[in-house]
C-alpha cells in the first residue's frame, strides 16, 4: 500500500532562518507531487507540482522554492524566511497519467510552521 | 486561471440534511472532487465526479453540472463528527497536459445538537 511521510509535524523559525520541509512517498513510482499552504481558517493553496524527477511548477511567485531530487521525495525550501511564511503545509501525491480519470490526492500530515 | 468558490461557512443540525455548492471556472476540466478536513488534520478524499448527475456513497452525495460549471455536496443524517471544513477540486490539465489539483476556498461545516 502506498504511504506518504512528511515532517517535521511542527516547526518554530526565526525570521530570516532557512526552511527545509521533506516528504517521500513510497508504494508507488512516478506519481504528481504538491506542497499546498494552508493559513489558520483558509484554503489550501497551491504553491508547486512536480510530474517527475526535476520537474517543478510554481504556481505563486513567493519566497518558497521546491525540488524533487529523487522519484518520491518532494523538498520545499526557502533561504530566508518571512512572517508571512507561517501556515499549515501539506504535501500530497495522486496518480500521474495524462488524461487519467483517477482523481484522489493523498495528503501527508503535514507541518504547521510558525515564523517568529 | 483557475477559480473554486464556495461558502465559508454552514451550520446544520445534527440529523438534517445540508448542501454544499462549488462553482469553478477552469482552462481545462476533467472532474470535480470533494475532500474533508477537520481541524488540524490532512484532507482526505470523499467523492468525485466526471459526468453530469448524482454520485452516493453512504449518507454522501455529490452531484456535478459541467454546463453550468457547479457542483454540490449532499450529507445527510448529519452527526456531530461531520463538522469539519469541506474543499471541492478540480484536476485539471496543465500546457503540458499534465493535472494538477486545484482546490476551493473551502467550506466550513458546523453541526449542532
Known amino acids: 500500500s502506498q504511504t506518504i511521510h512528511q515532517w517535521p509535524a511542527t516547526l518554530v523559525q526565526p525570521v530570516g532562518s532557512p526552511l527545509s520541509l521533506e516528504c517521500t512517498v513510497e508504494g508507488t513510482s512516478n506519481p504528481n507531487l504538491y506542497w499546498y499552504r494552508q493559513a489558520a481558517g483558509r484554503g489550501l493553496q497551491l504553491l508547486f507540482y512536480s510530474v517527475g524527477i526535476g520537474q517543478i511548477s510554481s504556481e505563486v511567485p513567493q519566497n518558497l522554492s521546491a525540488s524533487r531530487p529523487q522519484d518520491r521525495q518532494f523538498i520545499l525550501s526557502s533561504k530566508k524566511l518571512l512572517l508571512s511564511d507561517s501556515g499549515f503545509y501539506l504535501c500530497?501525491?495522486?496518480?500521474?497519467?495524462?488524461?487519467?480519470?483517477?482523481?484522489?490526492?493523498?495528503f501527508g500530515q503535514g507541518t504547521r510552521l510558525t515564523v517568529v | 486561471g483557475q477559480s473554486l468558490e464556495q461558502p465559508s461557512e454552514v451550520t446544520a443540525v445534527e440529523g438534517a440534511i445540508v448542501q454544499i455548492n462549488c462553482t469553478y471556472q477552469?482552462?481545462?476540466?476533467?472532474?470535480l472532487s470533494w475532500y474533508q478536513q477537520h481541524d488540524g488534520g490532512a484532507p482526505t478524499f470523499l467523492s468525485y465526479n466526471a459526468l453530469d448527475g448524482l454520485e452516493e456513497t453512504g449518507r454522501f452525495s455529490s452531484f456535478l453540472s459541467r454546463s453550468d460549471s457547479y457542483g454540490y455536496l449532499l450529507l445527510q443524517e448529519l452527526q456531530m463528527k461531520d463538522s469539519a471544513s469541506y474543499f471541492c477540486a478540480v484536476r485539471d490539465p496543465d500546457s503540458g497536459g499534465y493535472q494538477k489539483v486545484t482546490f476551493g476556498t473551502g467550506t466550513k461545516l458546523q453541526v449542532i445538537p
Open positions: 500530497a501525491w495522486s496518480v500521474m497519467a495524462v488524461g487519467t480519470q483517477d482523481t484522489e490526492a493523498f
Open positions: 477552469t482552462s481545462g476540466f476533467y472532474g
